[in-house]
């Protein structure tokens, strides 16, 4: 069985210029895995974080944010 691919997205709030993150929840669920990588560079590497990694990174993000 084949799995899933991200499905990437950026945030609504990203209207900087491209200098964006994009994620894809879309393997939260199933695989409990968020990956992550540079929208400038979508064919280079990413980072797959745990759900709750994820989720540390988003809190963090928003108290310093």
């Known amino acids: 069985m084949k799995a899933d691919s991200p499905r990437w ?10 200098d964006c993150v994009e994620v894809a929840t879309n393997l939260a ?3 409990r895995v968020v990956p992550v990588r ?7 590497p990413h980072l797959t974080l ?10 963090l993000a928003k ?3």
């Open 38 to 44: 540079d929208s400038k560079d979508p064919d280079g």
């Open 63 to 65: 108290a310093h944010g």
């Open 29 to 31: 669920a199933s695989d």
């Open 50 to 59: 745990t759900v709750d990694a994820f989720a540390g990174l988003v809190d």
């Open 9 to 18: 997205f950026t945030s609504s709030y990203s209207s900087n210029g491209g």
